[in-house]
């Protein structure tokens, strides 16, 4: 038997055979976290709202594992305009609001077609695989 774990949130399903995380003991590692609204899938047009939803989606794909956002270890964040991170800024606090802890995070450009404008992934240890 596999110790990896696929970690899927319904509402978050991919369209293709890829699950939002995997979990190998108390690591967990996402895949690319969308700006989508869970409930609809829609992607809103701007920045402000993706942010408010990738943040969100990031919270219920760590949950599913099994842990919170205080077992997020590191993030990194892709922005179509790297020149306006305020919008990812609030909710990181939002987030995050001690900054004696925080996780680590670096931003990279997104390089995708389509209308997203912020993704993410995450690493994060979680408590010990059931």
């Known amino acids: 038997m596999s110790r990896r774990r696929s970690v899927i949130v319904k509402e978050l399903a991919h369209k293709h055979p890829v699950p939002n995380a995997c979990r190998i003991g108390n690591l967990l590692v996402s895949g690319a976290i969308h700006g989508v609204n869970p409930g609809t899938h829609a992607l809103p047009e701007d920045l402000t709202a993706q942010c408010v939803n990738v943040f969100a989606n990031m919270k219920a794909i760590v ?19 790297r020149d306006n991170r305020e919008p990812v800024n609030a909710e990181w606090v939002s987030m995050f609001p001690d900054p004696a802890s925080r996780p680590a995070r670096h931003s990279q450009p997104l390089l995708v077609d389509g209308p997203s404008l912020v993704q993410c992934d995450f690493m994060a240890l979680v408590g010990e695989a059931p």
């Open 63 to 81: 949950e599913a594992a099994g842990g919170t956002t205080e077992n997020i270890i590191k993030v990194t964040v892709y922005l179509r305009d």
